[in-house]
């Protein structure tokens, strides 16, 4: 099964050995988007976000930082990492009837960070929902890609509509 960094010879689950990579800073970029049934959008944008729980982009913020900084406890084979940066960042967007969470991790380390800001911006779209499912069930979350990472054997960067 070779390519599946994950498996080594025999088709066995394997975490990979990073003790020979090089230290080198290492950046990743994701998204999510929340998608919002239109009178459901119309009544967030009305009040600016802000619930009887707190703002949905404030509380949705932290916890993305939070799961960045959980992802070695949420998926099995990452690697703990000790995050340089952990960012969000939230756009409405009024023709769509949706809310684009951006995220950003940073690590000066052997491994790459996409699967932390691809949990941070998951996690952040998971708390919106959670913030939000009392005015609607049909809240979609879409869109959870990485758009960027650099650092390491090779620097990706998505050609799509990723933003």
Same mark, same amino acid.
């Given at each position: 099964m070779s390519g599946f960094s994950h498996l080594d010879g025999n088709g066995d689950v394997n975490m990979v050995d990073v003790g020979v990579k090089s230290v080198t800073t290492r950046s990743a970029r994701a998204q999510a988007v929340v998608r919002f049934p239109p009178q459901v959008y119309q009544a967030l944008r009305a009040v600016n976000g802000q619930t009887k729980k707190g703002a949905i982009t404030d509380v949705a913020h932290i916890a993305g930082i939070m799961g960045a900084k959980q992802t070695a406890q949420l998926i099995p084979l990452c690697h703990p990492l000790p995050l340089d940066k952990v960012g969000l960042q939230f756009s409405y967007d009024d023709g769509q009837c949706c809310l684009n969470i951006i $995220?950003?991790?940073? *690590?000066?380390?052997?491994?790459? *960070?996409?699967?932390?800001?691809?949990? %941070? %911006? $998951? @996690? %952040? %779209?998971?708390? @919106?929902?959670?913030?939000c499912k009392a005015l609607s069930h049909e809240i979609v979350i879409e869109r959870v890609q990485l758009l960027t990472k650099s650092g390491g054997k090779s620097d990706f960067t998505r050609t799509d509509d990723a933003d």
């Open positions: $995220s950003e991790c940073r *690590v000066t380390h052997k491994t790459g *960070v996409e699967m932390e800001a691809l949990t %941070a %911006a $998951s @996690i %952040a %779209a998971l708390t @919106i929902y959670d913030m």
